[in-house]
């Protein structure tokens, strides 16, 4: 696996390849992007990863600067899967050398509700971001976790109306046994958090167990869930039931339905879902 900084010596070690498979990441590598650069070369070759911690999606007051940053340990990660060509890490300065002043613009029924109601700015900071790391690695199809379920879809939605030629390919979230979804940010969890984390995920799947069930009534549903949550001595920010494919509210048909949470369990704000 070779690692490369800039992006003029990327596009040289990828002229004329047509098939490149690419998972952006953050870093603080977990089994769940172990199993998104699966997921890429079963989809296309050579496979791209990416690591940068992209500032443009941090609020003012949130965690860019203690987000994990464990270069050295991710690049071990990947050469052990034996999967990914090249890992693309650029510096924040290659990557905008300039302001930004150019950003993409979600649309405000995707990219201002749910996690964009509580993260002002984020989906706009994701899409630019990604937008510029298409621009640069150029592949055929890119791998996105369920897990950052709105991200996935807010994503694929930029996508289509650029008519950008990258397949978004989604791949399943990665649970510890517990249930927990892997994230970067769980280890910010002190001992009893990480014993109380696997909520969110439990009360996500009661919830799931009650739809399958018959019950109907998605408002009194979410305020349950929520309400369960903040006895437990969470501050839940959302619990939602909404439409898989544009996380619309449900109108009584038969779309498939998503729930999805986001709450915070000390300083910590852990996200899920779980498709029903
Ligand atoms: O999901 C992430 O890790 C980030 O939001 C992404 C897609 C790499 C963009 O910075």
């Given at each position: 696996m070779k690692v490369i900084q800039r992006i003029a010596e990327l596009r040289h070690a990828l002229r004329q390849q047509d098939r490149v498979a690419f998972v952006p990441t953050m870093g603080g590598l977990h089994a769940g992007h172990l199993a998104l650069v699966h997921t890429a070369r079963a989809h296309g070759a050579p496979v791209v990863a990416s690591i940068f911690v992209n500032p443009l999606q941090?609020?003012?007051?949130?965690?860019?600067?203690?987000?994990?940053?464990?270069?050295?340990?991710?690049?071990?990660?990947?050469?052990?899967?034996?999967?990914?060509?090249?890992?693309?890490?650029?510096?924040?300065?290659?990557?905008?050398?300039?302001?930004?002043?150019?950003?993409?613009?979600?649309?405000?029924?995707?990219?201002?509700?749910?996690?964009?109601?509580?993260?002002?700015?984020?989906?706009?900071?994701?899409?630019?971001?990604?937008l510029k790391l298409l621009s640069c690695v150029q592949p055929r199809i890119a791998v996105f976790g369920k897990k950052d379920y709105q991200q996935l879809l807010v994503v694929r939605a930029m996508c289509r109306q650029f008519a950008l030629p990258t397949e978004i390919v989604a791949c399943e979230t990665a649970r510890e046994p517990d249930g927990l979804a892997m994230s970067s940010r769980n280890r910010y969890l002190d001992a009893a958090e990480r014993a109380e984390a696997p909520r969110l995920y439990r009360e996500l799947a009661a919830l799931r167990e009650r739809i399958h069930a018959g019950a109907r009534d998605f408002p009194a549903l979410e305020a349950q869930a929520a309400q369960a949550l903040?006895?437990?001595?969470?501050?839940?920010?959302?619990?939602?039931?909404?439409?898989?494919?544009?996380?619309?509210?449900?109108?009584?048909?038969?779309?498939?339905?998503?729930?999805?949470?986001?709450?915070?369990?000390?300083?910590?704000?852990?996200?899920?879902?779980?498709?029903?």
């Open positions: 941090f609020g003012a007051n949130e965690d860019f600067d203690r987000y994990p940053r464990t270069l050295d340990e991710d690049i071990a990660a990947l050469r052990a899967q034996n999967v990914v060509d090249i890992l693309f890490a650029p510096t924040v300065a290659e990557l905008y050398p300039e302001p930004q002043g150019f950003r993409v613009q979600p649309p405000d029924d995707l990219g201002n509700i749910l996690e964009g109601e509580f993260r002002p700015g984020f989906f706009g900071g994701v899409t630019t971001v990604v903040a006895a437990a001595g969470w501050q839940p920010e959302y619990v939602a039931i909404r439409r898989q494919e544009d996380l619309g509210r449900p109108d009584g048909g038969a779309a498939p339905l998503v729930a999805l949470a986001a709450a915070r369990l000390g300083t910590t704000r852990l996200i899920d879902n779980v498709e029903i």
